[in-house]
């Protein structure tokens, strides 16, 4: 088959690059046989798990994400409970009638041939091990298990407000991490996930006027006679009520699905060689758009492999279903009756995910800022590019595609609501305050990182990142660490304010005194608790400009200079000073104005008062 070379290809990769972390490795073997007519499925798995971790496991546990759609399971109780709740949810959950119920009801479990304790503690299944799994080994469970698919409310399930018949998302036990920090066990309420690299081979058998969409490679588009190889071909269904669709991702740490009657498909060869597949809804209204969304995705996969980093994989799926947008290894699950320059926004947000969360796979429970937050930050930027480009109508490039991010990140600031990006995705006491966190607050981290270490230190460190720890889950310290090497700057003390507290910046230009006729002084004082690095530019009344450059102390070093402008270093400011005092060599009449931070990348919540003009 085509694509049997690409497991052996991942492995090898993954295996060979991991100098700094151990972490688990899974091998899925699936078999899925679905009853479309009562949304219930049985399947049967058999796991190999490679423990390599220094630890002895007595036990293990498997998420069961379908049970979270049953009246009065924590995702229910959470979204009638919280203050301002997901309108997708709201009290959805609690009013499901038992045919519209999910669930994953487990019904036998053997590891190494012989059967084991476990109990269903709601999302997720507590296993107790006969033997335990010892540092170094493999070993091998087996399963069987019925499930029935929920009606959408949030994310997966079937019969979507749009019409999708099924997205199969979070639908099999999976297998909870167990990294450096121990098991990840945690109850699915509301939103992220985090799963072990390994390998899926999955088959399906389904009714076969169904199409079938995964983020995997089809392994015989033949047999169920399906063009994936030249979607131009009409379809020719054999003989038999169902179509058996064999599946198979190398190195991924999920697998989604999704499936319906009237699903049409669109595929190109990406500028980087691999497949992009567009998987949609027929004759709806919106089939324009879908035709559109494969050229402007080509181009700006372009400029996603740029910036971040080479996309790895071989296909890429674009597939209607689910209740908004929601990235998977190889495939993204989008809402679909959009306008063309609302889906191409979501196609590559979704996609973008790849990056910061399908290939890096950090924790998004622990660090949804480090996904949610870095891909907003991408997909500014490619956005950006593409209206500069011409391909979004309607819209203008700006010079700064941060600065609504900037702006809503102040928003949360001033309501009171922040929470430090440190708490868990499910403990935020609002939805408001999650979401600023993970998507804003996240993307302004990036943005006024480039200010703190230049532009091209950080264009070269986003690089970097990637390459250094795709498919090994990085941190907030690896991330931060990553960025110290390829500047030369201590950075901990960023993380330390504005990641693990909720300090602010605030500066303000105190006064601007002729002190004689050779020399002015200029005071500027700190309001807020956070203290930065200061980029102060003068501005002389025959239109020179110069920068005044007073680094942090903290940073044991100072960032290059990063244009033409003349810069001048000043010695460094210490965040215990309140106030912080330099001269401009120059008589008064020649200083015509003096702002901090004009390219406006540190987030000052208060800017109107960073600038001196002379009257």
């Not at 063309?340 to 926004?345: D, I, K, Y």
Request: aromatic share 14%; hydrophobic share 35%.
């Amino acid at each position: 088959m085509k694509y049997l070379f690409f497991p052996l290809l991942f492995i090898a990769t993954t295996l060979s690059a991991q100098p700094e972390r151990w972490q688990q490795r899974i091998n899925y073997e699936m078999n899925i046989d679905m009853d479309a007519a009562r949304h219930q499925y049985r399947g049967t798995m058999r796991m190999t798990y490679t423990n390599n971790s220094p630890d002895t496991l007595d036990k293990v546990f498997y998420h069961l994400y379908f049970n979270a759609f049953q009246p009065n399971s924590m995702m229910d109780v959470r979204s009638r409970s919280i203050q301002d709740p997901d309108g997708r949810v709201a009290d959805r959950i609690f009013k499901l009638k038992p045919e519209e119920q999910g669930y994953i009801k487990i019904q036998t479990l053997k590891h190494n041939g012989k059967a084991v304790q476990f109990l269903t503690n709601e999302t997720i299944l507590e296993v107790t091990l006969n033997e335990p799994i010892l540092p170094g080994s493999s070993t091998v469970f087996e399963m069987e298990w019925d499930a029935q698919v929920p009606l959408q409310v949030r994310r997966s399930g079937r019969d979507s407000r749009e019409g999708v018949a099924y997205s199969m998302s979070q639908w099999y036990p999976k297998l909870c991490e167990y990294d450096y920090q121990g098991w990840h066990a945690n109850p699915y309420v509301a939103r992220e996930f985090y799963g072990v690299w390994g390998d899926f081979d999955v088959k399906i058998s389904m009714d076969k006027n169904y199409l079938i969409a995964a983020g995997s490679y089809l392994q015989n588009p033949q047999e169920v006679g399906y063009g994936y190889e030249d979607p131009a071909q009409p379809l020719r269904r054999p003989e038999g009520d169902k179509l058996l669709w064999h599946f198979k991702t190398p190195n991924v740490h999920d697998f989604c699905w999704a499936a319906d009657p009237e699903f049409t498909q669109v595929s190109i060869k990406a500028q980087d060689g691999s497949t992009m597949r567009f998987f949609w809804q027929k004759g709806k209204g919106y089939d324009d758009q879908w035709q559109k969304l494969p050229a402007i995705m080509d181009r700006a996969r372009t400029h996603m492999n740029k910036h971040f980093g080479k996309y790895p994989y071989q296909e890429y799926c674009f597939i209607q279903g689910g209740d908004g947008g929601m990235e998977y290894p190889l495939a993204t699950l989008i809402t679909g009756n959009r306008s063309l320059n609302s889906l191409v926004g979501v196609a590559i947000h979704e996609q973008l995910h790849s990056w910061y969360q399908m290939v890096l796979g950090s924790n998004e429970s622990l660090y949804a800022w480090m996904d949610e937050g870095f891909t907003s930050y991408a997909e500014e930027i490619v956005e950006n590019e593409l209206i500069r480009e011409g391909l979004l109508s309607g819209k203008v490039a700006v010079e700064n595609p941060h600065e609504g991010s900037y702006d809503a990140y102040k928003s949360l600031v001033s309501s009171g609501k922040e929470e430090p990006l440190t708490t868990h995705a499910d403990h935020f006491n609002t939805n408001y305050a999650y979401s600023l966190a993970a998507y804003v607050k996240g993307d302004v981290f990036l943005h006024q990182l480039e200010y703190i270490i230049g532009k091209d230190a950080f264009e070269k460190g986003l690089l970097r990142y990637f390459d250094t720890w795709k498919f090994k889950h990085p941190n907030a310290n690896d991330v931060v660490r990553v960025f110290e090497k390829q500047s030369g700057l201590e950075l901990d003390w960023y993380k330390e304010d504005f990641v693990n507290s909720t300090r602010t910046i605030d500066y303000a230009i105190e006064s601007v005194v002729a002190e004689d006729k050779k020399s002015t002084l200029v005071t500027i004082k700190r309001i807020g608790l956070m203290a930065m690095p200061l980029d102060v530019v003068v501005t002389y009344s025959n239109g020179d400009q110069e920068i005044f450059y007073a680094p942090l102390e903290s940073m044991r070093g100072e960032k290059p200079r990063e244009n033409n402008t003349e810069r001048t270093l000043l010695p460094d400011h210490r965040w215990v000073d309140l106030t912080y005092s330099f001269e401009i060599p120059e008589k008064m009449k020649k200083v015509a104005k003096v702002e901090i931070d004009p390219s406006q990348r540190m987030a000052d919540q208060h800017p109107d008062n960073n600038v001196w003009e002379k009257k």
